[in-house]
């Protein structure tokens, strides 16, 4: 062995350079330099006897010889942080022209036997092609796992060379990466290190189907000669690194041509696809420009669906432009139609369409509803979801109007609803150029080449560091501008990256994320995760399944990536003329003002060709109607209520939880007693209540986001063992009165048009979002009854409550007056005959159990709600009280459910007179009554009923 890493080295390095050695293990890197080879192979062996060694590797090109004073002739095990490896900067020329030849495998594992056979008969293939275009012979190597072929060069350090090496290995690339072996680009760096053949090479376990191999050289040829320079620039420029111009024919109302369909329809197989410069790159089975050899031929559409095609083999044209030869051998030659006669009228110029696809988005945007036909489209694939989808909508729209900051979207909701599916559906309806999923490093966008401005970006339930959260925060702030990012190179020269202008940011996660900065600039959606929901996917899913195959895409989905393709072309800019007439009843934050300017943008821009319209320059001025308010307003009020949570930044869990409180009517409760109304684990209530953290990210609770939140630490007693126990609790407080405030606080409406207001458009009927006078002063009534109540309630009272509650459950009349700051589908229960100095009432729910007792509280009042004089133990209190929420369990063994869907719970109401037993389990005494069911329950058969609702809703 030690001999083959001698002969290695002779051959890869000069006599007497430095070389550096570089072995990788588990976390851990050993290195050292090297300029007497003899004692390089000495070392070496000994590393390779560690088995803790994945691979030990050297550097190929000529290293500066002043880094042999680092670790002179030495290995120095474990690196440390300031210990420096080769970078860049230290190659003084490159010696090699690396080819590295892998088989496509899972990572972290060896190859199989017939991955390696492939890895090896690829390399022949490619040794065959480079040395019909004049290569000499390379050095043959088996890395162990894949194939090597080194080609001896003179060139540079510099960023021409480096330009020239990765050009010509991204030819190898198109032509011979397949789904079986790639062809690596990453190694047109000059620091790159090298597998140094003689060593084992350790990638996983070694299995008899997975074995380690040792890497070893195949062949050296007697003449190592050098490829001339010209010979790469010829390999690097075969293929072409730019857009061809499209040729404009007279008949330019005729499809478009599509590559694969035109492959397919004349029976010319296609070996493989892949990306290239933005199109698809076809490998062709069988080269049809000779019958001289099979491989070699391609054909790329590129973006702008220009047509390339070729054959890389000298022999046939060496890469050179054939597509009109190839088109011509296989369509029938068109004749030409004899000139019209002088007299006839000639017709107007034609209209450049690209396709009927294109033809057929662009007339849906003269004459139909492009938000409605985006929508059903949507809807084909993706069941329900309408506010998640419009708002996504809007996302896309938002990049095409030149006075909007952007929009961004927030999508959460409980594991498997759909939130992943929703939003792939959605980026399925965008040009495949405008689109980029999965995770990325921090600042991996910076450096992304195929990145194009107006990009749709989707983080998959992926979690955004601290870093790209900033950069979300700079994509809002400078949406028109590219977001730049300087560094220092590794030989210490500025370079300056950017994220391209007016990308949208579309998240996915279970949970909001932490930063309340990054929320505040984002449409923040709940998916629809009820059981009815559940329901429509199922029956959905089995549609789809019994249905008819279709080959191809959706002529539908089609249609929308040419709409958008043509509003993508055009930089729209939108006036509001009625704007100095929209009104907000809460400005405190004033992100959401402008969100709902940009949606009123953002629906004028998607009928911009159904506007009159101004062209100033590179922009289209129009201006903005009724309808576009309306529609904004009716999403902005969807993302404040049932739909999302835009100004409280809750999740449907948080508002679901908040809800209940009010429901069940608690003054003061506990951990476990919304654990039990809710339905939800114990771990989950406290999370949601309390806020969490995970990964270093913060996670707010309810009690930082509701202000009708509070909570106090108690000291409880436990004697129920004989042993006196001392713990802590929390008491969680709920102010009823605050939270019907916080929920009704977030309005938005158009006020009549007055006097003086100039180029408004007129109405356009009684909008949903236009307050009426009549609707003003039910509001202020409304306002005054949520207010403190008197002392003597009347029936009057109660009428103007129940007006407010109409108003709470969604009176169509104020759809977007009434938005509250989060879903609240049911108001506050009313307790009948409040007296105010007994208000302040601790449920029976948040006492403790029998034999607890709390210190340093005052149970003073509850004693005097229910009757009983003041005693220093609550054993006797909380017993009876307590056992239908305590004791669920006890209702169960009677075989007394509440049928689901029978019993309202919004239609109850906790009242403090004496009702008699529970008509559900009839043993519990009841404290919740409808009068619109004529019945009357208990706090544990309500808490039940909540609790069948929740699960309903989705709340899990």
């Keep these: 062995m030690i001999d083959e890493i001698r002969n290695t080295v002779n051959v890869l390095a000069a006599s007497g350079s430095v070389v550096e050695v570089?072995?990788?293990?588990?976390?851990?890197?050993?290195?050292?330099?090297?300029?007497?080879?003899?004692?390089?192979?000495?070392?070496?062996?000994?590393?390779?006897?560690?088995?803790?060694?994945?691979?030990?590797?050297?550097?190929?090109?000529?290293?500066?010889?002043?880094?042999?004073?680092?670790?002179?002739?030495?290995?120095?095990?474990?690196?440390?942080?300031?210990?420096?490896?080769?970078?860049?900067?230290?190659?003084?020329r490159r010696r090699w022209f690396p080819v590295d030849i892998d088989p496509v495998r899972p990572s972290g594992v060896s190859s199989t036997d017939a991955e390696h056979d492939a890895a090896l008969a690829a390399a022949e293939r490619i040794a065959t092609y480079l040395a019909e275009q004049g290569f000499p012979a390379p050095v043959r190597a088996d890395s162990g796992n894949g194939a090597h072929l080194l080609y001896r060069v003179d060139l540079p350090n510099d960023d021409a060379a480096t330009a020239l090496v990765k050009g010509a290995l991204a030819t190898l690339d198109?032509?011979?990466?397949?789904?079986?072996?790639?062809?690596?680009?990453?190694?047109?760096?000059?620091?790159?290190?090298?597998?140094?053949?003689?060593?084992?090479?350790?990638?996983?376990?070694?299995?008899?189907?997975?074995?380690?191999?040792?890497?070893?050289?195949?062949?050296?040829?007697?003449?190592?000669?050098?490829?001339?320079?010209?010979y790469l620039q010829h390999l690097a420029a075969l293929l072409?690194?730019?857009?061809?111009?499209?040729?404009?024919?007279?008949?330019?109302?005729?499809?478009?041509?599509?590559?694969?369909?035109?492959?397919?329809?004349?029976?010319?197989?296609?070996?493989?696809?892949?990306?290239?410069?933005?199109?698809?790159?076809?490998?062709?089975?069988?080269?049809?420009?000779?019958?001289?050899?099979?491989?070699?031929?391609?054909?790329?559409?590129?973006?702008?669906?220009?047509?390339?095609?070729?054959?890389?083999?000298?022999?046939?044209?060496?890469?050179?432009?054939?597509?009109?030869?190839?088109?011509?051998?296989?369509?029938?030659?068109?004749?030409?139609?004899?000139?019209?006669?002088?007299?006839?009228?000639?017709?107007?110029?034609?209209?450049?369409?690209?396709?009927?696809?294109?033809?057929?988005?662009?007339?849906?945007?003269?004459?139909?509803?492009?938000?409605?036909?985006?929508?059903?489209?949507?809807?084909?694939?993706?069941?329900?979801?309408?506010?998640?989808?419009?708002?996504?909508?809007?996302?896309?729209?938002?990049?095409?109007?030149?006075?909007?900051?952007?929009?961004?979207?927030?999508?959460?909701g409980n594991s498997g609803k759909g939130k992943s599916h929703a939003c792939t559906t959605m980026l399925n309806l965008i040009p495949e150029s405008h689109r980029m999923t999965g995770t990325v490093s921090n600042k991996a966008l910076?450096?992304?080449?195929?990145?194009?401005?107006?990009?749709?970006?989707?983080?998959?339930?992926?979690?955004?560091?601290?870093?790209?959260?900033?950069?979300?925060?700079?994509?809002?702030?400078?949406?028109?501008?590219?977001?730049?990012?300087?560094?220092?190179?590794?030989?210490?020269?500025?370079?300056?990256?950017?994220?391209?202008?007016?990308?949208?940011?579309?998240?996915?996660?279970?949970?909001?994320?932490?930063?309340?900065?990054?929320?505040?600039?984002?449409?923040?959606?709940?998916?629809?995760?009820?059981?009815?929901?559940?329901?429509?996917?199922?029956?959905?899913?089995?549609?789809?399944?019994?249905?008819?195959?279709?080959?191809?895409?959706?002529?539908?989905?089609l249609t929308c990536r040419a709409l958008w393709s043509v509003l993508k072309q055009q930089r729209i800019f939108v006036r509001i003329p009625f704007a100095r007439r929209i009104q907000f009843s809460n400005v405190a934050n004033r992100r959401n003002p402008a969100m709902l300017f940009d949606l009123i943008k953002c629906h004028a821009a998607l009928r911009f060709l159904q506007r009159e319209g101004k062209e100033t320059g590179d922009e289209v001025r129009i201006e903005a109607a009724r309808q576009d308010f309306d529609a904004a307003a009716r999403l902005y009020a969807a993302i404040n209520q049932e739909g999302g949570g835009q100004d409280s930044k809750m999740t449907r869990n948080e508002a679901a939880a908040l809800a209940t409180i009010a429901r069940m009517g608690w003054e003061t409760f506990t951990v476990r007693m919304l654990q039990q109304a809710t339905g939800l684990s114990y771990h989950q209530v406290r999370r949601i209540l309390q806020g969490y953290t995970t990964r270093g990210t913060v996670y707010c609770g309810l009690l930082e986001k509701c202000p009708a939140l509070a909570v106090?630490?108690?000291?409880?007693?436990?004697?129920?063992?004989?042993?006196?126990?001392?713990?802590?609790?929390?008491?969680?407080?709920?102010?009823?009165?605050?939270?019907?405030?916080w929920t009704a606080q977030l309005a938005v409406w158009l006020e009549d048009e007055g006097e003086g207001e100039e180029d408004s458009p007129p109405p356009s009927g009684d909008g949903l979002q236009h307050r009426q006078p009549c609707c003003k002063g039910e509001r202020k009534h409304s306002c005054k009854e949520i207010g403190k109540g008197d002392s003597q309630r009347g029936e009057t009272d109660l009428m103007n409550g129940e007006c407010v509650s109409k108003i709470?459950?969604?009176?169509?009349?104020?759809?977007?007056?009434?938005?509250?700051?989060?879903?609240?589908?049911?108001?506050?229960?009313?307790?009948?005959?409040?007296?105010?100095?007994?208000?302040?009432?601790?449920?029976?729910?948040?006492?403790?159990?029998?034999?607890?007792?709390?210190?340093?509280?005052?149970?003073?009042?509850?004693?005097?709600?229910?009757g009983i004089s003041k005693i220093p133990h609550t054993k006797s209190v909380c017993a009876p009280i307590c056992a239908p929420l305590c004791s669920t369990g006890a209702n169960a063994a009677n075989g007394v459910r509440p049928l689901s869907g029978v019993l309202d719970p919004r239609s109850f109401a906790r009242v403090k007179v004496e009702l008699g037993r529970c008509d559900v389990c009839g043993a519990a005494k009841a404290v919740y009554r409808s009068r619109e069911a004529q019945a009357k329950v208990c706090e544990g058969c309500y808490a039940r009923l909540v609790r069948e609702g929740n699960a309903k809703e989705g709340i899990r």
């Excluded at 900065?517 to 959905?540: F, P």
């Design 808 to 866: 709470d459950r969604g009176d169509q009349r104020s759809f977007a007056a009434k938005s509250g700051s989060h879903s609240s589908p049911d108001p506050v229960p009313l307790e009948e005959h409040l007296d105010p100095m007994h208000g302040q009432e601790l449920p029976c729910g948040s006492r403790p159990a029998a034999n607890k007792k709390i210190e340093h509280a005052d149970l003073s009042s509850n004693c005097k709600n229910y």
């Design 174 to 230: 198109a032509l011979f990466s397949n789904e079986a072996v790639t062809v690596d680009t990453a190694n047109h760096n000059a620091a790159r290190i090298w597998k140094l053949y003689g060593t084992l090479s350790r990638k996983g376990d070694n299995t008899v189907e997975r074995p380690h191999r040792r890497a070893k050289v195949l062949a050296v040829p007697d003449d190592v000669r050098m490829v001339p320079r010209e």
């Design 712 to 741: 106090v630490d108690a000291t409880v007693i436990d004697e129920s063992t004989g042993t006196t126990v001392r713990r802590h609790e929390s008491h969680f407080q709920f102010d009823a009165e605050r939270y019907r405030e």
């Design 240 to 412: 072409p690194r730019e857009e061809p111009l499209r040729s404009k024919k007279p008949n330019g109302n005729r499809p478009g041509i599509d590559l694969a369909s035109w492959l397919l329809d004349h029976g010319i197989a296609v070996r493989s696809t892949r990306p290239y410069q933005g199109g698809t790159l076809y490998v062709l089975d069988e080269c049809p420009f000779s019958s001289a050899h099979k491989d070699g031929a391609f054909a790329i559409q590129f973006a702008n669906g220009a047509v390339f095609a070729g054959c890389h083999h000298q022999s046939c044209g060496g890469g050179a432009q054939r597509w009109p030869e190839l088109r011509g051998m296989y369509e029938p030659k068109r004749t030409r139609t004899p000139a019209k006669k002088a007299e006839e009228i000639p017709l107007p110029p034609p209209v450049l369409i690209e396709d009927e696809h294109q033809a057929r988005a662009i007339e849906i945007l003269r004459t139909g509803d492009p938000l409605a036909f985006l929508l059903d489209t949507f809807n084909k694939a993706h069941v329900g979801d309408r506010t998640v989808a419009e708002c996504l909508v809007m996302s896309v729209a938002s990049q095409s109007v030149a006075n909007t900051k952007g929009l961004h979207v927030s999508i959460s």
């Design 446 to 557: 910076y450096y992304a080449d195929d990145l194009r401005p107006g990009t749709v970006i989707l983080f998959d339930d992926t979690s955004l560091s601290d870093d790209l959260q900033e950069v979300l925060k700079s994509a809002t702030s400078s949406f028109h501008e590219p977001i730049e990012h300087r560094t220092v190179t590794a030989d210490r020269q500025l370079r300056v990256c950017s994220i391209p202008e007016r990308c949208v940011w579309w998240l996915a996660k279970v949970e909001n994320p932490g930063d309340d900065q990054v929320m505040n600039r984002m449409l923040t959606v709940w998916i629809d995760d009820s059981a009815e929901q559940d329901r429509r996917v199922l029956e959905h899913l089995k549609e789809t399944e019994a249905g008819v195959y279709r080959r191809g895409d959706d002529p539908d989905v």
């Design 22 to 92: 570089r072995a990788l293990a588990d976390g851990v890197t050993h290195s050292g330099y090297f300029d007497d080879h003899e004692v390089l192979a000495r070392a070496v062996e000994a590393l390779d006897a560690d088995p803790a060694v994945a691979g030990i590797y050297v550097t190929l090109n000529t290293v500066n010889p002043a880094l042999l004073a680092r670790r002179a002739n030495r290995i120095k095990m474990r690196l440390s942080r300031k210990d420096a490896t080769t970078a860049d900067a230290d190659i003084n």
